[in-house]
């Protein structure tokens, strides 16, 4: 048997893969649970935001997306809410834009 270790670096197990996403789950304030994909994420101004397509809709040809962003709640604990405002949701949508990222948006 040989010694030597295994560098699973060198393994490329993803090679040849489609890229993954993580999956998180947002729990609305009535208890129904939504799956989404993470797609994609920005910090703007302190504030962290996400790109989010929900799970039953990510093998669509054209997927919803949505944006989510980090807020406090009176716990000290650290949320996701969707943005509401126009003017942010619109600034968020240039900047996730501005990246090189592997997917296109449509408005």
């Given at each position: 048997m040989n010694d030597d270790k295994l560098n699973i670096d060198e393994l490329n197990?993803?090679?040849?893969?489609?890229?993954?996403?993580?999956?998180?789950?947002?729990?609305?304030?009535?208890g129904t649970e939504t799956d989404f994909f993470v797609v994609d994420g920005i910090?703007?101004?302190d504030t962290k935001y996400l790109l989010l397509v929900k799970a039953e809709d990510f093998d669509k040809d054209e997927p919803e997306a949505?944006?989510?962003?980090?807020?406090?709640?009176?716990?000290?604990?650290c949320i996701y809410e969707?943005?509401?405002?126009?003017?942010?949701?619109?600034?968020?949508?240039?900047?996730?834009?501005?990246?090189?990222?592997?997917?296109?948006?449509?408005?």
């Open positions: 197990l993803f090679d040849g893969q489609d890229e993954t996403y993580e999956l998180v789950t947002m729990t609305e304030d009535d910090d703007y101004k949505f944006i989510f962003k980090e807020v406090e709640d009176v716990n000290n604990e969707p943005v509401t405002d126009d003017e942010e949701y619109n600034k968020i949508l240039v900047l996730l834009q501005d990246e090189n990222a592997d997917y296109e948006m449509k408005f």
